[in-house]
């Protein structure tokens, strides 16, 4: 298969002042395009280079898993994003929240508690587990597509995802990406296919 890196689903300023041009032009340009150019030069004429993406993460080791898997990671962190996002989800997004989590605000507390939670790099998710929506921390490179799990909804909390706008304040980050950019309907797209 071809991988390229696909373009952001926004323009690079425009999730400012909540995510700075600065920051998506190290972190897209540099971080994870520097993923996707060391996953295509690994798997370069190898039976890996004929997989899907999806394939791969779920059957790789070492860093062909590694690059993979932050390939996809970042991906999916663009699109659960928006300019002027954040707030309330609706219809079935909410419906699920509040029978899974209690209530918005309950999911939002869990949600900033899990990613300021996770010790030094990773990641935290939304994901619908056998019907259930849950949230989970990942390591590294780790990510849903190794369970069970679908993922509906994904924060990076690598320090380059946050710290030149908020230096060490990981929970800073965390509180406005959920109050301002989370893409709720990203969030339903993914549950729509998931259900």
């Known amino acids: 298969m071809k991988f390229e890196l696909d373009p952001l689903p926004f323009a690079k300023d425009a999730l400012a002042p909540v995510m700075s041009q600065e920051t998506l032009e190290y972190h897209y340009g540099k971080h994870h395009n520097g993923y996707m150019n060391k996953l295509k030069a690994a798997i370069a004429g190898t039976p890996e280079g004929e997989k899907s993406l999806e394939e ?4 790789a080791k070492g860093g062909v898993f590694n690059n993979a898997a932050q390939v996809f990671n970042h991906s999916f962190f663009w699109k659960s994003m928006k300019p002027n996002g954040g707030g309330d989800p609706t219809g079935d997004v909410l419906a699920m929240i509040n029978r899974d989590f209690g209530s918005v605000e309950a999911f939002r507390e869990a949600w900033q508690k899990a990613g300021a939670g996770q010790f030094g790099s990773g990641w935290v998710w939304l994901v619908l587990d056998n019907g259930t929506a849950k949230i989970v921390s990942t390591s590294n490179a780790g990510n849903p597509l190794t369970t069970s799990a679908t993922p509906l909804l994904t924060c990076d909390v690598w320090e380059h ?35």
Not at 56 to 59: A, L, Q, R
Not at 167 to 184: C, E, P, Q, V
């Open 56 to 59: 791969i993460i779920k059957s």
């Open 161 to 195: 995802a946050y710290y030149i706008d908020y230096r060490n304040g990981r929970g800073g980050f965390l509180k406005a990406f959920t109050d301002k950019l989370i893409n709720w309907d990203f969030v339903a797209e993914n549950l729509s296919k998931a259900s």
